[in-house]
Each structure stands twice: as structure tokens, then as C-alpha cells.
């Protein structure tokens, strides 16, 4: 049977008129067993048939998330924005879920995920967090490092992928889940109560995850059971189990 296609996003240096995407996600995605296609910012029509060709999808990380997609003005602390990139993804997201395809999103893949179906992010944690005690979220230490530990839900699909309830993860985002949309549930935390994880229980495959595993994965095997995750259940999709 052919290896399920993954598609994945791909960051876009509109100054430099190039599509990226760190090699630590499509040799993952390899190594779980894919076939990876990365998606280069096209218009959302043609990006759209493109996911119908698809058995699998991965948000992947960038820049921040243009606060006009979740109803609010920009702040002071708000990073670098590409509302090209977070329209075309929000359409890939809000359709993948419609047609039920396996969906992981990866750092400003989860917040992503959560702005596409009707949450909100902080734009800035430092400058918006309320509750106190907010760990350095930053990390200045090298990508595969794990700078602090996260809880997993004991009944989530995180923790059969991860086989473990609590892991230390690396960390690279300013911004994260503010308010969980409708559709889904925390199921990963940080020490300071920072939303790490979401997965929605009406679908097959839809988990988001605030840490890098693809530049964890090699050192930590662990990490690597989030892409296989995807891979089997575009593999069941596809008809292959």
C-alpha cells in the first residue's frame, strides 16, 4: 500500500519571495512512516484542492497570528505577521476538520488551529498573562533542549502517542491559547498553567502541541510517537487499517 501524503505548511519570507520549512518535519514525517508534500503559500482555492489529495495534514510553526482573525487590535508586543499565510491556513484547518483528515498543528500550528475554529491567543504572554508565575516560554538554549516539564491528561490521545504523563518539551512561542475553542479540549499543560495541548474529541485525528517535537525527536524518541500519531491515523483514513 502507498505511504499516506502528508501535507505540510510552509513559512513564507515575504521579503525574500521564498517558501521554508525546517527538514525536521518531513524527515519525521518520513521516518513515521509518510510521505511528506510540503504546501507553499498558494491561494486558499488552489490549496484546497491540493488537501483533497491529502491523508493527512501538519500546521507548522512561524510567525505570530494576526490578531484580526480572532476579533482583536494589535498590541504593543505583537511579533511579525503574514495574514497571507494565517488565511490560507485557517481555510486549510476549518476544511480539514469539515472532511474529518488527520490534523496535527505544531507550536503556531495549535494557536492556529484554535484562532481557525473560533478561540482566541494571547498575542503577547509576558505582557497579557494575569495569573501569575509565567515560566520563561523563550528558551535560549539549544532547539532539542527541553526547558520545561509539561502534564499530560491521563485520557487523551497525547499521552497514548507520548507514553508518559509528564515530559519536559522545548519551548519557542511569545504567544498561546487564550480561550479553547468550542470544539476542543486542554489536554497538556506547562507548570504555570500555559495551555500546551489541545485535541478534539469529535474528531479522529485533530492535536495541537505548543512545543517543536520535530526538533526534538531524533534525541528524544518520545517525540516522534506525536508524527507517528498522525501517519497511522492517515494510514486508517486512507483504508490501509
Known amino acids: 500500500m502507498p505511504s499516506p501524503i502528508i501535507g505540510i505548511t510552509c513559512d513564507y519570507d515575504i521579503d525574500k519571495q521564498t517558501s521554508q520549512l525546517h527538514r525536521g518535519y518531513y524527515d519525521a514525517i518520513v521516518e513515521a512512516g509518510g510521505l511528506p508534500v510540503l504546501i507553499p503559500n498558494i491561494p486558499d482555492k488552489k490549496a484546497l484542492e491540493l488537501l483533497d489529495s491529502l491523508d493527512g495534514l ?7 497570528v494576526d490578531p484580526v482573525f480572532f476579533g482583536e487590535v494589535p498590541i504593543p508586543n505583537l511579533g511579525f505577521i503574514n495574514p497571507f499565510r494565517d488565511s490560507l491556513e485557517i481555510s486549510l484547518c476549518r476544511q480539514a476538520m469539515k472532511q474529518d483528515i488527520p490534523l496535527l498543528g505544531i507550536c503556531r500550528g495549535i494557536q492556529l488551529m484554535n484562532v481557525a475554529m473560533g478561540g482566541t491567543i494571547y498575542q503577547d504572554l509576558e505582557s497579557q498573562w494575569t495569573s501569575g508565575g509565567l515560566y520563561k516560554h523563550s ?9 520545561h516539564e509539561v502534564a499530560l ?10 507514553g508518559v504523563e509528564r515530559l519536559r518539551t522545548n519551548s519557542f512561542h511569545h504567544q498561546a491559547i487564550k480561550d479553547p475553542a468550542p470544539c476542543f479540549r486542554v489536554t497538556a499543560w506547562c507548570g504555570d498553567d500555559v495551555v500546551e495541548g489541545i485535541e478534539s474529541p469529535s474528531h479522529t485525528f485533530a492535536v495541537g502541541v505548543q512545543w517543536h517535537p520535530e526538533k526534538m525527536w531524533q534525541r528524544d ?3 516522534l510517537g506525536l508524527f507517528k500519531g498522525l501517519v497511522g491515523a492517515a494510514i486508517k483514513r486512507k483504508g490501509g487499517l
Not at 139 to 147: K, V
Not at 153 to 162: A, R
Open 221 to 223: 524518541e518520545r517525540m
Open 153 to 162: 491528561d491521563k485520557n487523551s490521545k497525547l499521552i497514548q502517542m507520548l
Open 139 to 147: 528558551q535560549q538554549a539549544p532547539d532539542w533542549y527541553g526547558s
Open 58 to 64: 501538519l500546521l507548522s510553526g512561524g510567525n505570530d
